[in-house]
């Protein structure tokens, strides 16, 4: 088994990380989305649909499944409760992608690399687990621009500066989505060449 090499993707809200993870898979990686992976574990994980209905009954629930806008409303005006979803989600999330990893080192024609976008990577330690680091920022207005207000949930991240500094790669992600990939394709190249 050859492990791939594992570049996780990280930022801040808006910044791009999940045009940068497309333009990985454009450039021939293996890509793990980290809010894929909720997105099923909101519907496959019955461990977890019951810790949710536990806490907070059926109203996050529409149709059986989790209704993600309940849950973030209920989690972004309340630290406490964010803390608790992540508590929930987070161990979760890191299983799934590190197995995920390893399905595709076991596959017959491994991947030379896979990208995982990981929002909260320097957050919660996990840049450990990971051969490189592809930090995507961009300027404040022109996040709010593509998601509108969101200083509150973002005050409790890594600034920009900080992840920026601890990158092994670091885009700012202010032109066009060419030159996003064309930033993407060096990174590959280079770590296709290592």
Avoid: C
Wanted: without cysteine; negative net charge; glycine residues 8%.
């Amino acid at each position: 088994m050859r492990r791939p090499l594992a570049v996780a993707v990280t930022g801040g809200i808006a910044a791009g990380k999940s045009e940068t993870l497309a333009a990985f898979a454009r450039h021939g990686a293996a890509v793990v989305s980290s809010d894929d992976v909720v997105h099923r574990l909101y519907r496959e994980d019955g461990e977890l649909r019951a810790a949710l209905r536990e806490r907070w009954g059926d109203a996050v629930f529409s149709g059986g499944e989790v209704d993600r806008a309940a849950v973030g409303r209920i989690v972004f005006s309340d630290r406490g409760e964010l803390e608790w979803l992540e508590r929930e989600l987070h161990p979760r999330v890191r299983q799934a992608v590190d197995r995920r990893i390893e399905e595709l080192g076991a596959a017959a024609d491994p991947p030379p690399l896979v990208a995982v976008e990981i929002p909260l990577l320097y957050e919660t330690g996990g840049e450990a687990r990971f051969d490189r680091v592809v930090v995507v920022t961009a300027p404040a207005e022109i996040r709010r621009g593509r998601r509108g207000p969101f200083a509150e949930r973002e005050s409790r991240l890594l600034a920009d500066e900080e992840k920026l500094a601890r990158a092994d790669y670091a885009y700012v992600n202010d032109g066009s989505l060419e030159e996003l990939d064309a930033f993407v394709a060096r990174v590959v190249a280079e770590l296709s060449a290592a």
